[in-house]
């Protein structure tokens, strides 16, 4: 007679705490401002951090700086998170870790959003490593 390996509830619960075979902890949220939240890891992340340090200095500084390069640059990070990242259900309510504005912000805005850490928070990338 064959062995069972826990009861169906189980596999139920196993499976909850999923997401393209990794678990939803492994994984960070990241809303994308009019359009909705996507699951993206840890290496998706770090390319959107590296996108986010270059805005920083680039606006920490008091030179002009060419408005469309900012959007260009939000607009890469928007990319990384749709090509990579997975889509959470539009019924799921869960916290963003990361908000990306949209590609329309201005420069008033975006020298008040990439300032200091910038949009991605250096404690998510220690909880990485």
């Known amino acids: 007679m064959a062995r069972r390996r826990g009861s169906p509830k189980d596999k139920v619960k196993r499976k909850r705490g999923r997401v393209r075979g990794r678990s939803k902890e492994d994984k960070r949220v990241v809303r994308l401002m009019g ?31 060419d408005e469309q390069v900012i959007r260009e640059s939000i607009a890469g990070m928007r990319m990384l998170v749709k090509s990579k990242g997975k889509r959470v259900r539009d019924d799921t309510i869960i916290p963003s870790h990361i908000i990306i504005p949209s590609i329309d912000i201005t420069l008033e805005e975006a020298r008040e959003i990439f300032k200091g850490e910038g949009l991605v928070p250096e404690d998510i990338l220690d909880i990485l490593d």
Not at 49 to 60: G, P, Q, T, W
């Open 35 to 65: 359009e909705g939240q996507y699951y993206v890891d840890e290496d998706t992340l770090k390319e959107i951090n590296a996108i986010d340090n270059r805005m920083v200095r680039l606006l920490e500084g008091t030179t002009i700086v």
